[in-house]
């Protein structure tokens, strides 16, 4: 059965802190993995990594995969309390599975 | 705005209730996807359609009826709802249904079954 692990469930940090959110998966026919920002409503997209070792990078985001390992990974850098939010892994292989999510928190 | 809508935003209904959910996408997409968000679980992929063709149904209870009149608008139908139904649910839309395609969702609807 395919599967998406995400970890830590929970992270509570100070403004300015870099974190770091781990995503690991096992599924059938990997085809991609994304990434979803959720705040209150809905998932919205950060990015799609096809590829092992290319990092994708999007102003204090980051995110980059190893098919070997069969892990992702998400750096945000200088956090902001704006980046208080859930964030989800989703891996496509036979049908797009999801994580149960890493909810970050933002102290000031 | 990701271009995808829902209505009701919230519903509170009761168990011997009918109601539909409405869900509309305005970006030319040909898959649409109806999703279940439980407090404390994953998201869960309902149904799938492409092209109004259903391709994908999970094991979902029958009280959860699903139509896709055409590619852009997509309705779920309940009836005699349980308690444990109540939930976020998400529709979303993508191009195609090839699970490396990135899927837009919309603000969902929050259910409360009483």
């Known amino acids: 059965e395919d599967k998406v692990v995400q970890s830590p469930l929970s992270l509570v940090v100070h403004e300015g802190d870099t974190v770091t959110l781990n995503c690991s998966y096992e599924?059938?026919?990997?085809?991609?993995l994304l990434w979803y920002k959720q705040e209150k409503k809905a998932p919205t997209f950060l990015f799609m990594l096809?590829?092992?070792?290319i990092e994708k990078k999007s102003g204090r985001l980051s995110s980059i995969l190893d098919k070997k390992e069969l892990f992702s990974i998400l750096n945000i850098t200088a956090t902001q309390t704006g980046d208080s939010a859930v964030y989800l892994c989703?891996?496509?292989?036979?049908?797009?599975?999801f994580g149960q999510g890493t909810r970050l928190t933002i102290n000031p | 705005e990701t271009g995808v809508t829902q209505t009701p935003r919230h519903l509170v209904m009761g168990m011997t209730n009918k109601k539909s959910l409405k869900c509309e996408q305005h970006?030319?997409?040909?898959?649409m996807y109806w999703y279940k968000q439980s407090a404390k679980k994953p998201l869960e992929l309902m149904f799938v359609?492409?092209?109004?063709?259903?391709?994908e149904n999970n094991s979902v209870p029958s009280r959860f009826s699903p139509e896709c009149p055409n590619s852009s608008h997509l309705f779920l139908h309940l009836h005699t709802l349980q308690p444990e139904d109540s939930a976020l649910y998400l529709c979303?839309?993508?191009?195609?249904?090839?699970?490396?395609?990135?899927?837009?969702f919309g603000p969902g609807t929050r259910l409360t079954v009483t």
């Open positions: 989703a891996v496509g292989g036979q049908k797009l599975v």
């Open positions: 979303a839309s993508s191009q195609n249904t090839g699970t490396g395609v990135e899927q837009y």
């Open positions: 599924v059938t026919n990997f085809r991609s």
């Open positions: 970006l030319g997409h040909n898959a």
């Open positions: 096809t590829s092992s070792g």
């Open positions: 359609y492409s092209l109004e063709e259903r391709v």
